[in-house]
Structures are given as structure tokens and as C-alpha cells.
């Protein structure tokens, strides 16, 4: 059986001048980046413009044993170009991360993949890098700041603003910096995160512009005077430099599917950590481009559908015309208990006891948001057909549809039962309701989302984190949206806890302020901004030869 990239590497691409002419697009409104890669002028969107209809695909809970959902979200959109719609792939970057880390490589999987994969795992156009230079630049302005006098009297025990690097490194989570006698700083504790966590991925991802994505630059919040005022990095001085670093990355990327069909692929923050979507820009641009955007969230509907709806929606005005919840045999059976060593064993009893796991993603789609959806199998060769069968059962007593995908398998092709469900749901009426309002109290609005999303009985406070915010909403704050940062694998905040868990407690044990992104990040249990590397990392299994040829990377 061929490997994800041994797939990758045999496509045949088009050039991206071809891709791009596609869309009707000019060479001067393209960038390339060698042969098969190019960047899109991001401000082709102050011209006049149609706009398609967008469909975001989300998920189950994740799990060890897989869902798919970049997988299926690349065949869906192949599906609809073969069925003869004009439709396009929005997704994500991947970070170094999780792709040297647990993950490896992100960029769909088997016959539904975006190319070239090693270029788009691995460096890309350089937009990480650069946000993680910007990043560090004002990092250094702020400790170069206290360093030359402290104009702007920052107490170094409230400096707020970490350094961030794009690659899981437990080490570096909490360090001491600025040792070694005068010369070399002021001595304090300090710490980094993952380049996708930080507040300038999330700027970079929910900018309209260069103007705007300058304007949030200085609007972050880099730390505290003594006498508890905010110091932002446009007081530093840094906004106008940052902005510089990030001119060309704010240009939207494109590549191809397998198939051939357009993608753009532009910014990437997690969403156990971050906001979990693709940039405004790309996501705006895709739909002038398009009839049909295809879409994704990060991780499970709880926390990446969450964000994309209540904050990326909420602040750009977009409104998807369907959902897409993607579930896999496997998973399900992995939230019934199964053990791993019997995923690929018939089980319809395993299945039932971890079916309501995708029944409460399919809720709060439905019923909390009040979006269509419909639910996309996504097949695995060790599935059963009364397995399958038992989960259209389950879809269609809940009044939604339910496709089996095979996209992994068969490219667009095995997608076209999918995509014909998709087309017959989809409704440009459906209007998001969102889990809170904006005038609620951020305390109620995370109480909003552990209750009406996660199903919580209760959420509580670490003093830390509730004069955390305190303060923030009594510096006018209060009206922002609130991004959990939780664990990806339950609805909880304690990834043991599978299927649907009930009667649960969260715990809040931090709160930081992401001004310029415009929310508030709340940090709940044991999660972490920087992860670590797992004891097999797949760094470990990544080779390149003498000709240049990647191996290992999925």
C-alpha cells in the first residue's frame, strides 16, 4: 500500500499560473513561489465581488484512532469540481509542531491530499516563520524598552508578551531570561509558545487588511506599568515593523488538490490553544473566487467550530450555508471503550456506546447554532456494513442525512455521495445563533460555552485566574468573545473523559488578554500553549536523500 506522500509525490501538478488562470485570475495578481506555489494579492478583495456559498467541515471529538477531517474536506471539494461546480478547498497551515511531532504531516491523507505536501508541511511560503519573527521582534522591543531606561515604567513581573518558536518544546515553556549582569537585561521569569498560539497568528488570521492587521498589531497588550495600566505594543513602538515582517505573508496561498482543483491554504492557529481556522482573507477570497468553499475547523465541533462560529463569524460576517460533521467508525467505537488493539473488529455494541459522542456534536450544530448539517462516514477498509448501517439509522432518527466518504480511497470520486448530501442541504437563510452575546459578562460567556456546548454542570475559578479577569473587564474589555483553550480529546477540560461525559466541573486556571486579535483567551485544566514531543517523536521517521526526496513525512 502506498504511503501519503509516496501518492503525493506521483501526482502530476499543473503549473500554478494554470491553476490560477482557473479562477480567472491575472499574472499580476500572483506571486509565485517556484513552479507549483504562489501567493494572491490579498487586495483583489477591495474590488467589486460575487460571493459563494461557504461549508465548514468539522468533527467528532478526536481521537488516537483517526477522523479524517482535512481528508474529507479535500475530497469534498474534489467531489464538487467532478460533479461539474465551481468549488475551491480553504484550509489551514500546518505547523513544524505536530508535524515533526505526534501528527506528521497535514495535508490530507491517501487519494484526497493538497500538493506539493512536503512543501506545504514543511516551510511552505514562510508565512509561520515570519509570524514568528514579528512575534520575537516585539519581544525584544519590550525588553530592549526596559532595558534602556524603562520610559514606559513596565513592571518586569507584568511583562505579558512571550517569545514563540514553531515546534513543540516543553523545555522552553517556563524559563528564566536575562541573566548574566546588567549588560545582558533585566533577570525575570519568562516562557515561550507554539508560533500557532501566539495573539500574532491570531491577528494574522482574523485581519481584513494591512491597515487593519497594523492597527491590531498595536492594540496587543505586551504588559503592565507598576501602577496597573496596560502597555501596548503600539506605545513600544513595534506595530509599524511587525506589520513590515508580515507584508507578504498576509497574501493568501495557493496550490492544487491531487485533482488539480484550486486550494488555498493561509494561517494556521490550533484550536485547543488558539481559534482553530484559516485566515479572513483567504476564507473572503475563496468565495469571491468560488460558488463553493469548502472549509475546516480545527479539532472536534466543540472547540474549532466553536471559534470559527462565535468568534471568526461573529467578527467577519460570514455565515456557512452547511455543516459537515465528519465521524469515523474507529473513533466512535474508541469513545465506546473499545480497546486499540479491537478498533478494526466488527462492533456494533462498541459503536452504540460511543455514538453519543457524535450525537452531541450533532446538537449543538443543529440545535445550538441552528446551521443544516449533515454527517460524513469516513471509511475506514476494517469498517462493517451493519456498522455503516447502524449509523444511518442513528443520523436519520435525528433528521439528518449521513454519506459514507471514501475519499481516501477513491479521491473525488468517492466523495460524489457526500457532496450531493451537502448540496441538498445547504441554506442561505441558516443564520448562526450564537452561544452568547456580546454584551454578556465574560464570566457568563464562558459559563455559556461549558453549559450550552460542553454540557458542564459547573465552571470554576483559580483566584489567579479570576482577578485575571476581573482586571481585564475593568480595563473595558468585558465586551470581547472568549476562546477556551481546553483539551481536544473530550468535551471537558480531562481528556479521559470520552463518549458525552455529564455532571463534570471546568476549571479555569488562567486568563490572558488577546487585545489586538480582539478576544480572551481562557485556559482550562492542564493544557498547554507549547507542547511537547511524544516519546516516538515522527521527526524520527523523516529523512531526506541525496536527490533531495522526502521520506517518512505521513
Not at 506521483?10 to 506571486?31: F, H, N, S, W, Y
Request: charged residues 20%; aromatic residues 6%; proline residues 5%.
Amino acid at each position: 500500500m502506498k504511503t501519503d506522500i509516496q501518492i503525493a509525490q506521483e501526482a502530476t501538478m499543473k503549473p500554478i499560473r494554470e491553476v490560477a488562470a482557473g479562477l480567472g485570475l491575472t499574472e499580476d495578481q500572483i506571486v509565485p513561489y517556484g513552479k507549483y506555489k504562489a501567493k494572491i494579492d490579498h487586495r483583489l478583495l477591495k474590488q467589486p465581488h460575487k460571493e459563494g456559498k461557504l461549508i465548514l467541515v468539522t468533527a467528532i471529538s478526536p481521537t488516537p484512532a483517526g477522523e479524517g477531517k482535512t481528508t474529507t474536506s479535500v475530497g469534498l471539494a474534489d467531489a464538487m469540481c467532478a460533479m461539474g461546480k465551481k468549488a475551491m478547498l480553504c484550509l489551514r497551515e500546518p505547523s513544524l509542531g505536530p508535524v515533526f511531532g505526534i501528527k506528521g504531516g497535514a495535508a490530507g491523507g491517501g487519494y484526497a491530499q493538497v500538493v506539493p505536501m512536503e512543501d506545504i508541511n514543511l516551510h511552505f511560503t514562510g508565512d509561520l516563520h515570519a509570524i514568528g519573527a514579528a512575534n520575537n521582534l516585539l519581544a525584544a522591543m519590550v525588553d530592549n524598552s526596559i532595558y534602556q531606561g524603562n520610559p514606559h515604567n513596565i513592571d518586569p513581573r507584568r511583562v505579558t508578551w512571550k517569545r514563540c518558536v514553531d515546534m513543540n518544546d516543553r523545555q522552553l515553556r517556563y524559563v528564566t531570561d536575562g541573566l548574566g549582569g546588567k549588560v545582558n537585561g533585566t533577570p525575570r521569569e519568562d516562557g515561550f509558545d507554539i508560533t500557532v498560539a501566539s495573539e500574532v497568528m491570531a491577528i494574522f488570521c482574523l485581519a481584513t487588511d494591512l491597515a487593519d492587521l497594523k492597527a491590531r498589531l498595536g492594540r496587543i497588550v505586551v504588559g503592565y506599568t507598576y501602577a496597573g495600566e496596560p502597555v501596548t505594543a503600539g506605545q513600544i513602538g513595534a506595530a509599524g515593523a511587525m506589520a513590515a515582517l508580515l507584508k507578504d505573508a498576509i497574501d493568501p496561498n495557493l496550490v492544487q488538490t491531487l485533482e488539480n482543483n484550486p486550494a488555498i491554504i493561509h494561517g494556521g492557529p490550533f484550536a485547543n490553544i488558539a481559534h482553530g481556522c484559516n485566515s479572513v482573507m483567504a476564507t473572503r477570497l475563496s468565495l469571491a473566487l468560488a460558488d463553493y468553499v469548502v472549509t475546516e475547523a480545527g479539532f472536534g465541533a466543540d472547540l474549532g467550530a466553536e471559534k470559527f462560529l462565535d468568534i471568526k463569524c461573529r467578527k467577519a460576517g460570514l455565515n456557512p450555508s452547511a455543516v459537515v460533521l465528519v465521524a469515523t467508525v474507529r473513533a466512535l467505537k474508541h469513545h465506546g471503550g473499545c480497546p486499540k488493539d479491537q478498533l478494526g473488529v466488527p462492533s456494533v455494541e462498541y459503536l452504540a456506546a460511543g455514538v453519543p459522542n457524535l450525537l452531541r456534536h450533532l446538537d449543538n450544530m443543529k440545535n445550538q447554532f441552528g446551521l443544516p448539517v449533515c454527517v460524513a462516514i469516513n471509511a475506514f477498509p476494517t469498517d462493517s456494513a451493519e456498522e455503516h448501517e447502524y449509523l444511518r439509522k442513528v443520523c436519520a432518527e435525528q433528521g439528518v442525512p449521513c454519506a459514507l466518504s471514501e475519499v481516501f480511497a477513491k479521491g473525488g470520486e468517492g466523495g460524489k455521495e457526500l457532496a450531493q448530501a451537502v448540496l441538498d442541504i445547504l441554506d442561505d437563510n441558516a443564520r448562526i445563533r450564537f452561544t452568547y452575546p456580546d454584551e454578556a459578562p465574560l464570566a457568563d460567556k464562558v459559563k455559556a460555552v461549558c453549559q450550552k456546548i460542553y454540557r458542564a454542570k459547573d465552571v470554576t475559578w483559580t483566584p489567579a485566574a479570576r482577578k485575571a479577569l476581573d482586571e481585564i473587564t475593568a480595563q473595558g474589555y468585558g465586551n470581547l468573545p472568549v476562546c477556551i483553550a481546553k483539551t481536544q480529546y473530550s468535551f471537558s477540560d480531562n481528556a479521559a473523559l470520552l463518549a458525552a461525559p455529564e455532571d463534570f466541573v471546568m476549571n479555569v486556571r488562567d486568563v490572558r488578554l488577546s487585545a489586538g486579535a480582539g478576544f480572551v483567551v481562557v485556559i482550562m485544566g492542564n493544557i498547554m500553549t507549547m507542547p511537547g514531543l511524544p516519546k516516538k517523536p515522527a521527526a524520527e521517521s523523516i529523512d531526506v536523500d541525496e536527490n533531495g526526496r522526502i521520506t517518512g513525512l505521513f
